[in-house]
């Protein structure tokens, strides 16, 4: 965040462990020496009576306001309490800390004090249990809107993916690396420079740390494809992007890094030579029986428009048809699009499209209802929750999903399986779960279906807008 001002060694040498407790003074450090923040932000009533707008979402613990004031640009993250497990954290790894704050701050001056561009400290502060960090706004943009942008270098993404490697390899253990963290401003030489921010849940490693954990690896790459998810990027180019991160963090294996992950992007599995074909044909019984299911949960009404995303290989399509809906067709993967348009060999043929779920390219209330089914369970819960979130959005009226219920002989079989090394692929979450996320976007349950529950795993359920 802002121009990149050394912050001297002074701010190298400050104890930033305050005593918890409710007498404890308020804490207020400014660091560097430009008299225009010293004035601005002598203390935190000042700091905290400019005025200033959202930088981030905001969750439970922590916020991040922007202040502007004269053309510059601040940033200043609040912790509301610091848990007790991050205490004990920050207590036993370096660089050492009592709260959030301090630990953002002393990972930053340990980043610059090395060479690598991090936002410029401000100021650091206490207030009872919060705690306060200012720092000065990092120049460029963030690596996600690079990546996002029409005909984007790809040679970008790999020196990012080395930036990120190395930062690991050399003991800057940071697990929430990810594409909207990583800033790039371009070089005079036309190589790009990175920087770093959000560092709290960052720690550096004491010595020659050696190759990085496999666990961390493992984070850092679900953080990246969280992220990654709503820009263009195709499955090979992140294959490459996460084996080039791995070979840069001190592993030759990028296998025994990256078995353990699920698929990175679910619908790209089907573009192989085949996959759709052999989709499209399978067990007729099992679509007959979830048929059975979908018409005792199903709230459609006769000349309503559906969209069914992701429809596979159109599986319910005549279902739909033959309840006197308009059909329209999405999905991530566009083997299965032709597939669908093969297996449907209709005079009209339904209107679709390639999109992925967690970014819908329609209006909201562009439709009356989305069915989502045998999708969920592919998701871990960031991206179920963006997946219902986005079908919300564009239902009017209805939104029908399936899940995979936890207590059930089947998720059972695969927790066995995960404990003994397999990859999870499969997610399950319980109705409760699923009823809490669509009544956040204002719909209530209507009606529940069940195959076998509780040996069978699949569930179905419908949520009308209330």
Request: hydrophobic residues 40%; proline residues 8%; charged residues 25%.
């Amino acid at each position: 965040m802002g121009r990149d001002a050394g912050c001297g060694k002074r701010a190298l040498s400050v104890d930033v462990r305050p005593r918890y407790g409710p007498s404890v003074p308020d804490v207020w450090q400014l660091f560097g020496d430009d008299p225009e923040e010293r004035e601005r932000f002598a203390s935190l009533a000042t700091t905290l009576a400019h005025e200033s707008s959202p930088a981030g979402p905001k969750n439970r613990l922590r916020s991040v306001a922007r202040i502007s004031v004269g053309g510059r640009t601040w940033f200043l993250k609040t912790f509301t309490r610091t848990q007790w497990k991050n205490r004990l954290r920050f207590l036993v790894t370096a660089p050492r800390a009592s709260d959030d704050a301090g630990r953002e701050l002393a990972v930053t001056q340990a980043l610059r004090a090395a060479g690598i561009p991090a936002p410029r400290p401000v100021a650091y502060g206490r207030r009872g249990a919060e705690a306060f960090y200012l720092c000065a706004e990092l120049p460029g943009d963030p690596l996600a809107n690079w990546l996002a942008q029409p005909g984007r270098d790809p040679d970008l993404a790999r020196a990012a993916a080395r930036f990120c490697g190395d930062l690991l390899r050399r003991g800057f253990l940071l697990p929430d690396l990810a594409p909207d963290h990583i800033f790039v401003t371009p070089g005079a030489s036309g190589s790009p420079r990175f920087a770093v921010l959000d560092l709290h849940n960052g720690r550096v490693a004491a010595g020659n740390p050696g190759p990085v954990d496999h666990r961390l690896l493992r984070r850092v790459l679900r953080r990246f494809a969280r992220a990654a998810r709503s820009t263009p990027a195709a499955s090979p180019r992140a294959l490459r992007f996460a084996i080039e991160l791995i070979r840069a963090a001190g592993h030759r294996d990028a296998r025994s890094v990256l078995a353990p992950l699920p698929p990175l992007w679910t619908a790209t599995r089907y573009e192989a030579t085949g996959k759709s074909a052999a989709y499209s044909g399978r067990n007729p019984r099992r679509a007959e029986r979830e048929g059975r299911l979908l018409a005792r949960v199903w709230p459609g009404q006769a000349s309503e428009t559906v969209l069914d995303l992701p429809c596979g290989a159109a599986r319910l399509l005549p279902w739909l048809r033959t309840r006197g809906h308009e059909v329209l067709l999405g999905d991530g993967a566009f083997a299965m699009l032709q597939q669908a348009r093969r297996d449907r060999t209709e005079d009209v043929p339904p209107p679709a499209m390639q999109a992925d779920a967690l970014a819908l390219p329609l209006h909201d209330r562009a439709v009356a209802g989305v069915v989502q089914f045998r999708f969920l369970h592919h998701l871990p819960n960031e991206a179920a929750r963006r997946a219902i979130a986005e079908a919300c959005r564009v239902a009017d009226r209805f939104v029908v999903v399936s899940f995979f219920h936890p207590c059930s002989f089947h998720h059972l079989q695969r927790r066995v399986s995960a404990l003994l090394g397999r990859p999870q692929t499969r997610f399950a979450r319980t109705l409760g779960n699923v009823t809490r996320e669509f009544e956040r976007h204002g719909f209530r349950r209507h009606a529940v279906a069940a195959d076998r529950p509780y040996a069978r795993d699949l569930w179905l359920a419908s949520y009308v807008r209330a």
